[in-house]
């Protein structure tokens, strides 16, 4: 039996009409024939990382959670793919907490998860509920734009523009600021793969966005940006 695939509304129950038909041609329905859905979701932690798995060709999920590990830290995960993206009641629950947004872009999954396209609403939700968020994964910069009324959504949420794309063969290094709680002592590079070079976007802080991260041959372009939430 093929049933095909996307996320079922969140939280809810699916009840499954089967028709049949015998060999004479004599068809019937069973209404509520069977019901599925998924598991309710617990709050157990005040860590909450929000993960699309099947955009997740990099392994990064299991990257984040071997990093929270590390600080003795155990994340509630959130799969999109079967409970679509959480709501304000759920992220009211990690107010003071942090929410984790491991996201990619990618036409394939946009065009057939199309609740994707309102990712931006969530994080943007989350802030304003007094969460720490932290937005990360390949393309969202730019495709957050694209999505967004106006291309305004890096420019509303974290006072911040995208400044431009770096180019294939460019250098990519990345240096934190001294000095900073995040970015003190933070060096590292950033690679792709052959079928997806790595082309990040640097960003260009505006006011009331603190800049953590910059690419080590261009002190303008910033690779992380923070922003406090006022609200």
Known sequence: MYMGFGAMP???????????????????????????GPTRFTQKSNVLL?????????GTRERVMDALAQKGLSPDVWETEIRQLPGKSTLSKYAGGLVIFNAKYDPYYMSHYPYLAYRPTSVANAMELGANVLLMGQLVGSSYNRYNEGGTFFEDTFHCDIGGTKSE???????GKPGDVIGDGLSFGLSGTEEFPATPDYLTPLEGCDAFLRFAD???????VRVENDS
């Open 169 to 175: 063969g460019e250098d990519l290094a990345v240096v």
């Open 10 to 36: 969140a939280n809810e129950d699916v009840f499954l009409d089967i028709t049949a038909e015998d060999a004479n041609g004599n068809e019937g329905t069973r209404r509520n024939a069977c019901a599925f």
């Open 50 to 58: 929000v993960a699309d798995d099947f955009a997740d060709a990099a």
């Open 218 to 224: 261009d002190e303008s372009q910033k690779a992380g």
